[in-house]
């Protein structure tokens, strides 16, 4: 197998470790010009692999910081024709949720909580549903900042509202990419009443 197959087979962090390994190895010297040789076109190819790991990388996050900035002005467009549109306003926290701006999220999701809470119709199921969604979202990023009392109470809020809109993994979550092994608000609810009835020395709350 060859040196190329090898280190694409290699994790970032090995990859990195073996090219530092090739640099000590030259610096410390003691070595034979063929092996110093063989050493230096070795951390050539790390080299190479890791730079080219690193541009993809790049890419990516360039692409989805694109992606990012399309959706919110899309959604600002939408709020300069219709103010406190509510599908705007839950585009525009997700995105911030996902660029883990919990400031600006939370400020976004309250504010359509008390615009949906105010102007809500009774037979408006979709505008039930996003007022569900806007508190079990608002309830992630208490999660997420270890509020873990307000973040059940928000939780518990969204299950009242609209069960069925918060049942499965909720977007909020899915964008997040919880580890946590609950698959819905509802589960995650129940694990945070839980563990909040335990003494503090004996919680575990935090998701990792």
């Known amino acids: 197998m060859s040196a190329d197959v090898n280190n694409t087979e290699l994790s970032f962090e090995d990859l990195m470790g073996e090219l530092e390994n090739c640099v000590e190895q030259l610096e410390k010297g003691g070595i034979s010009l063929e092996g110093a040789a063989e050493i230096y076109e070795k951390g050539m190819t790390l080299a190479v692999e890791a730079g080219r790991r690193l541009s993809q990388a790049e890419l990516k996050i360039t692409s989805i910081q694109e992606k990012y900035e399309q959706a919110l002005e899309a959604a600002n467009k939408?709020?300069?024709?219709?103010?406190?549109?509510?599908?705007?306003?839950?585009?525009?926290?997700?995105v911030f949720?996902?660029?883990?701006?919990?400031?600006?999220?939370?400020?976004?999701?309250?504010?359509?909580?008390?615009?949906?809470?105010?102007?809500?119709?009774?037979?408006?199921?979709?505008?039930?549903?996003?007022?569900?969604?806007?508190?079990?979202?608002?309830?992630?990023?208490?999660?997420?900042?270890?509020?873990?009392?307000?973040?059940?109470?928000?939780?518990?809020?969204?299950?009242?509202?609209?069960?069925?809109?918060?049942?499965?993994?909720?977007?909020?979550?899915?964008?997040?990419?919880y580890k946590f092994k609950s698959s819905s608000v509802k589960e995650r609810a129940l694990y945070l009443n839980e563990q909040l009835q335990l003494p503090e020395d004996e919680r575990v709350l935090s998701i990792k």
């Open 78 to 94: 939408a709020l300069n024709k219709t103010p406190n549109h509510r599908g705007a306003m839950m585009c525009k926290a997700l």
């Open 97 to 177: 949720i996902s660029e883990k701006k919990y400031i600006k999220a939370d400020i976004t999701l309250s504010n359509l909580i008390i615009f949906l809470e105010r102007n809500l119709e009774d037979d408006d199921k979709t505008g039930i549903g996003t007022l569900a969604a806007a508190y079990a979202n608002r309830g992630i990023i208490k999660d997420r900042n270890k509020n873990y009392e307000e973040a059940l109470k928000d939780y518990v809020k969204a299950l009242g509202i609209d069960h069925e809109a918060v049942a499965g993994p909720g977007l909020g979550t899915i964008i997040l990419n």
